[in-house]
């Protein structure tokens, strides 16, 4: 994790003595306590890592984390309660002027508490220079992400053989968490989508009471954790003989993430695959039906950062950023397609991470 550790200090332009990552209590759980410790178990409520730029570390954690935070070789102060952890925490810091802290993760209540505690330091925001670090992965996260996308593509091949009329939306995404378990995941990245018909038409609807019935759309969206790291990924299928309007959209999108994933390279500016997905789409008779971004980092977060292939983001890609290309289109009242895969840049262009088929299929 030195390696990390180095390059936040190093993309960040204000001096800075030391960095304080606080993870506070769920579910105020700051992903970047684990990105800087490398820890892959644990909640570590109340736990600070302290940060050098020789990327040294030290952890603060209560005594039901001691055992775990031991893995991680840092230095580790262990506290019994709220006073020993002040004691701890001052004495650790007390002689540093310029403290950087994640502004994006820290409560105003705790940041209060620690102005009064540090009353001769001056705190200032150090966000960007931790997301701008986060957005290059390194072989470790690489690998585990690798892992988080077989799972996937695992459970994608089996949402066939599951699904049957008069099978509940409930009952779909059970199965989906099930399986992505079942084959390694650590638990479900995020509130597994599995929707029929119409309720597909919303692009966060998550899964309700609603049967499946001959001639839906079945959208899934869902992904694994694995290591703290995560894939995400959409399929779209239709239950029945698809209609032409159906068989017409579903090409639609998926020309469209072609158009996308093919203009994906080092150098390029992330608004321009946005905007050429998104100006594919509006050229066609579904104009103003696809109504979010075309993708986002993904990591250790499922949003890992504020990163988006977006009409306005200004980020050059790079080398070993993980995104997904996630084009769709609603109709409100008819239901909605979606197809997303999560993908590497390399220096020759992309590698698709998530391989499952995304030919059209009828169930």
Do not use: W
Request: proline share 2%.
């Amino acid at each position: 994790m030195e390696k990390r550790i180095k390059k936040i200090f190093s993309n960040n332009e204000k001096k800075t003595d030391v960095i304080l990552i606080k993870n506070s209590e769920m579910p105020f759980i700051d992903d970047n306590f684990f990105y800087v410790t490398g820890l892959t178990h644990g909640i570590f409520e109340g736990s600070f890592a302290v940060l050098y730029p020789d990327g040294k570390i030290e952890l603060i954690v209560p005594q039901l984390e001691a055992e775990t935070a031991e893995k991680t070789g840092a230095n580790i102060c262990v506290y019994k309660d709220e006073s020993e952890f002040n004691k701890i925490l001052k004495n650790s810091v007390f002689s540093y002027k310029n403290i950087g802290l994640n502004f994006k993760g820290i409560s105003i209540r705790d940041f209060l508490k620690l102005k009064n505690l540090l009353s001769n330091s001056d705190f200032f925001d150090v966000s960007d220079s931790i997301e701008k670090t986060r957005l290059i992965k390194d072989e470790i996260e690489i690998k585990s992400i690798r892992k988080a996308c077989k799972i996937v593509d695992i459970v994608v091949d089996k949402i066939p053989e599951i699904v049957c009329e008069g099978i509940f939306e409930y009952e779909l995404a059970a199965e989906i968490n099930y399986l992505m378990e079942k084959n390694g995941a650590d638990k479900p990245a995020f509130d597994t989508i599995s929707s029929f018909g119409k309720n597909s038409s919303e692009p966060h609807y998550t899964h309700g009471d609603i049967d499946l019935k001959k001639g839906d759309f079945i959208l899934c969206d869902f992904g694994a954790s694995f290591r703290k790291y995560n894939s995400d990924i959409t399929r779209t299928f239709i239950f029945g003989k698809a209609s032409n309007l159906q068989k017409e959209i579903y090409k639609l999108v998926l020309d469209a993430q072609k158009i996308g994933i093919n203009k994906i390279k080092p150098g390029e500016k992330a608004s321009t695959i946005h905007n050429a997905v998104y100006s594919y789409i509006q050229g066609t008779k579904f104009k103003d039906r696809f109504i979010h971004s075309t993708g986002h980092s993904l990591g250790i977060s499922v949003h890992d950062s504020s990163a988006r292939f977006s009409s306005s983001s200004d980020i050059l890609l790079e080398e070993n950023m993980v995104f997904t290309v996630e084009p769709g289109i609603y109709i409100p009242g008819f239901g909605g397609v979606r197809i997303e895969d999560d993908i590497l840049i390399k220096r020759g262009g992309v590698e698709l991470l998530t391989k499952s088929s995304k030919n059209l299929i009828e169930i």
